[in-house]
């Protein structure tokens, strides 16, 4: 296994370029960090044996708003390969332009996210569709369309290739396996989902715009944070959504609180289910991965609004 060269025992300043090195040391190195877990699963998967994968996020955190430590920032200034998401965790962003003396990978660019506007203008324009959502900017949570995550594990295997030539073929050969179990998760995505009774869902945040693709409308109770607040008016306009398109489930997930959720789900007299963003795993999830949490998801969805 390759390892990078550490300039400082805790460098928190950019001073130097973390690479790869032949001796391997007294000790396992972190050559590649990955800012949440979508990231993570991606970089391991495509990593293989040849590279150790660490992410900034640790299981049960909320990742949009995570604060750095030092021992994350010195993480990120000493790895060869840092991949993120420009803009969906601000201390994150700021660490690796003040920090990173490697490679970095922003996965914005390859993810080719969707603005929140445009997806807004298309759901106002079908007249069937009452949702309601929030949100400015590009929406981040492009892995809920294995097909945007599979361009990410393409751009990731170009990055580690440059990297350690030596291991050229085995990145792509791994990002080429991991597509092909994508590319199948999105078609049981497009057949699971083709024929319901309902296409409207009501979430805790507006993490699931990107279900568009499958016919998905989505109705978000906060905005892109879960940690935002509805306005009174929102949640009568949710209640009337319910009421008027016959939703059977609210869904609540595992990383944010569930009173919202649990109240609005009680005053329409539905019930509620987990629908999972998958910004992180939890006590709960950690046997499971990104393939079988999206598995539960199309169950859980199928069920909800009534699918054959």
């Known amino acids: 296994?390759?390892?990078?060269?550490?300039?400082?025992?805790?460098?928190?300043?950019?001073?130097?370029?973390?690479?790869?090195?032949?001796?391997?040391?007294?000790?396992?190195?972190?050559?590649?960090?990955?800012?949440?877990?979508?990231?993570?699963?991606?970089?391991?998967?495509?990593a293989g044996g040849e590279a150790d994968v660490e992410?900034?996020?640790?299981?049960?955190?909320?990742?949009?708003?995570?604060?750095?430590?030092?021992?994350?920032?010195?993480?990120?200034?000493?790895?060869?390969?840092v991949v993120y998401e420009k803009g969906f965790q601000p201390a994150v962003d700021e660490a690796v332009d003040l920090n990173a003396t490697g490679a970095t990978l922003d996965v914005s660019g390859p993810a080719d996210l969707v603005?929140?506007?445009?997806?807004?203008?298309?759901?106002?324009?079908?007249?069937?569709?009452?949702?309601?959502?929030?949100?400015?900017?590009?929406?981040?949570?492009?892995?809920?369309?294995?097909?945007?995550?599979?361009d990410v594990a393409d751009a990731v295997a170009d990055e580690l290739a440059d990297l350690d030539p030596e291991h050229a073929d085995d990145y792509v050969a791994h990002a080429d396996d991991l597509r092909a179990d994508l590319e199948r998760l999105d078609g049981a995505f497009t057949d699971g989902l083709a024929d319901c009774e309902r296409d409207t869902i009501v979430v805790s945040h507006d993490a699931f715009g990107y279900l568009d693709k499958y016919g998905v409308h989505v109705a978000a109770i906060a905005g892109l944070s879960p940690e935002s607040e509805p306005t009174p008016a929102d949640i009568a306009e949710l209640q009337e959504l319910i009421e008027h398109d016959g939703i059977t489930t609210v869904f609540s997930e595992?990383?944010?609180?569930?009173?919202?959720?649990?109240?609005?789900?009680?005053?329409?007299?539905?019930?509620?289910?987990?629908?999972?963003?998958?910004?992180?795993?939890?006590?709960?999830?950690s046997d499971e991965d990104y393939l079988s949490l999206m598995e539960q998801n199309l169950a859980a969805l199928r069920e909800a609004n009534g699918c054959r």
């Open 55 to 81: 992410s900034l996020a640790a299981p049960g955190v909320e990742p949009h708003d995570l604060e750095l430590t030092i021992k994350e920032t010195a993480l990120i200034a000493d790895a060869a390969l």
């Open 1 to 46: 296994m390759f390892r990078f060269v550490v300039l400082a025992p805790l460098l928190l300043v950019a001073s130097g370029c973390a690479a790869f090195s032949e001796d391997s040391g007294t000790g396992p190195g972190t050559d590649v960090v990955a800012a949440f877990y979508p990231l993570e699963y991606v970089a391991e998967r495509v």
């Open 254 to 285: 595992r990383l944010a609180p569930p009173a919202l959720t649990e109240t609005l789900a009680d005053d329409a007299g539905v019930t509620t289910a987990v629908l999972d963003p998958i910004e992180g795993l939890t006590d709960d999830t």
């Open 115 to 150: 603005p929140f506007e445009s997806r807004h203008e298309h759901e106002d324009a079908d007249e069937e569709h009452h949702g309601h959502a929030h949100g400015d900017g590009d929406d981040p949570h492009f892995w809920l369309d294995p097909l945007r995550l599979a």
